[in-house]
């Protein structure tokens, strides 16, 4: 029981905002790319892909900083550093996972697959790059991002909506993971872990409004390329209503309720694409 716990722990299904902060952007190109007529298959996969997809990325997350995590007040107690797992149990872990994934992949077609082999490999990487690239959550931003992998799945490749959708979720991720970053700044310095709020110093709230303000504008172009009604536009001006209040939490340190305020942001967007895609 208390094995079972911890694997829960491990693949953080305590803590589902991370889920969600990938399942809305999936659900979103989903309904983007099909133009609101998927299928309900598709509508399955890329529900338990997401799920699949973020407990692997936090298990080898989880692997790969064994000897960060206990000198990290808010990671200290997480099955590896609490030695509630040892990382050969971790490590079997992310093997099912990663079968299960396989499994799952082998239900879609062929460019899905390749796709997402080569972002598997990028979420593999990514907890690495902490260590040597000074901005971690740019490559977060471009790894756990489902745009294209969704577009493969829905043979949608080519729509011209897919580069921007991908560009203005990367930006939106980049944005509230440095929010998040701001959390663990002194554990970082101390560590001598990259961030982009240590990168940007103190024009990190500057630089994550100036990332919330490319989505928007991102996102008003995808309503154009897909040729949505006058409600999405609408819908995307008040999404900025979400970043305000983002930066006023931001402003009084509550920079976690500030990361945590995007799992309703993203909601919300997969809200109005189904709305708008239900006036048409």
């Known amino acids: 029981m ?5 694997i829960f722990e491990l693949m953080r299904l305590d803590k589902p905002i991370g889920i969600y902060l990938l399942l809305w952007p999936a659900l979103l190109a989903l309904v983007i790319s099909t133009n609101g007529d998927f299928e309900y298959a598709d509508l399955l ?21 064994k000897d960060l995590d206990g000198g990290v007040e808010r990671t200290k107690t997480r099955p590896i550093p609490s030695k509630k797992l040892s990382i050969s149990e971790s490590w079997a872990v992310f093997a099912i996972l990663g079968v299960l994934s396989l499994m799952l992949l082998s239900l879609t077609n062929t460019n899905t697959m390749y796709v997402s082999i080569c972002f598997g490999l990028m979420i593999v990487i990514y907890p690495l790059t902490k260590r040597f690239f000074i901005g971690p959550q740019i490559f977060l931003g471009l790894t756990f991002n489902p745009t294209i992998i969704v577009y493969a799945m ?3 490749l080519n729509n011209p909506t897919m580069i921007f959708l991908y560009f203005a979720i990367a930006a939106k991720t980049i944005a509230f993971d440095s929010f998040y970053g701001l959390c663990d700044i002194d554990d970082d310095k101390k560590l001598g872990i990259n961030s982009t709020p240590l990168w940007w110093g103190s024009k990190t709230l500057l630089i994550i409004a100036i990332l919330q303000f490319t989505v928007i504008g991102l996102l008003l172009i ?18 900025s209503g979400f970043y305000f209040y983002q930066h006023k939490l931001a402003s009084q340190k509550n920079f976690l309720l500030a990361f945590k305020n995007n799992h309703w942001a993203s909601l919300y967007l997969l809200m109005l694409s189904g709305f708008c895609f239900l006036i048409i």
């Open 154 to 156: 829905t043979n949608e």
């Open 45 to 65: 996969i890329v529900i338990a892909g997401s799920i699949l997809v973020r407990s692997a990325g936090c298990v080898i997350n989880d692997i790969w900083d």
């Open 2 to 6: 208390n094995k079972a716990l911890a």
């Open 222 to 239: 995808v309503g154009l390329k897909a040729g949505l009604s006058f409600a999405w536009y609408i819908g995307i001006i008040l999404l």
